[in-house]
């Protein structure tokens, strides 16, 4: 289960916009998983993800898997997954989001939908 990231509004986008998720994952006790995380609907790498309003402009945002967001997170592919061990019941991953510096588009409403792939 993961819960929505969200950004919220931003006048400019002169400085990073930084906001946090959960992602919360059950496994058997013992057993090794991975989590990775899609590109989104309008994205093509974990470093290339936007989100986009009706119109079609575009916003660009990262996720990480550390509060410093130094490390990215992306596909079990990319070698930019997340390894655990299963405990039996729910573990939580904190998503670490961040709308970095850019030219600012249009006012509206941005979204993308990423998809989250726990492989064991």
Do not use: E, K, W
């Given at each position: 289960m993961?819960?929505?990231?969200?950004?919220?509004?931003?006048?400019?986008?002169?400085?990073?916009?930084?906001?946090?998720?959960?992602?919360?994952?059950?496994?058997?006790?013992?057993?090794?998983?991975?989590?990775?995380?899609?590109?989104?609907?309008?994205?093509?790498?974990?470093?290339?993800?936007?989100?986009?309003?009706?119109?079609?402009?575009l916003v660009a945002y990262h996720l990480y898997r550390d509060s410093a967001r130094t490390l990215g997170w992306g596909q079990l592919a990319d070698g930019l997954a997340l390894t655990a061990a299963g405990s039996g019941t729910a573990q939580t991953f904190t998503v670490h989001g961040r709308v970095p510096p850019q030219n600012t588009p249009p006012p509206g409403n941005y979204s993308d939908t990423v998809v989250v792939t726990v492989t064991y």
């Open positions: 993961a819960d929505d990231l969200d950004f919220g509004s931003a006048g400019m986008l002169d400085q990073a916009v930084d906001a946090t998720s959960r992602i919360r994952v059950t496994c058997t006790a013992g057993s090794s998983y991975n989590v990775g995380i899609g590109y989104g609907l309008h994205g093509n790498s974990a470093n290339s993800r936007h989100m986009q309003d009706p119109a079609g402009n």
